[in-house]
């Protein structure tokens, strides 16, 4: 039969998971840090807190703050 294609013996491909960050200014200091997508989703829920892949709790700034320096450890 035409159209008809069997994949075995073909390996499985295995997917890694991407760990995306978010560029977020802290308001406080002006210094920009490093959010992972789940950490800003846990930030916007209620007496949420926003946790930089650098540990620190920043409270983010207006998206057109640019910020003035970016932290080393992040």
């Not at 789940?38 to 700034?61: E, F, H, N, S």
Request: with cysteine; hydrophobic share 40%.
């Amino acid at each position: 039969m035409a159209g008809r294609h069997r994949l075995k013996g073909r390996s499985v491909v295995q997917r890694t998971t991407r760990y995306r960050a978010i560029e977020v200014v802290d308001a406080r200091t002006l210094t920009a840090h490093f959010l992972t997508l789940d950490a800003l989703a846990a930030g916007r829920l209620p007496k949420g807190r926003y946790i930089t892949l650098c540990g620190q709790d920043v409270l983010p700034a207006s998206l057109a703050e640019p910020g003035r320096a970016a932290r080393e450890p992040c």
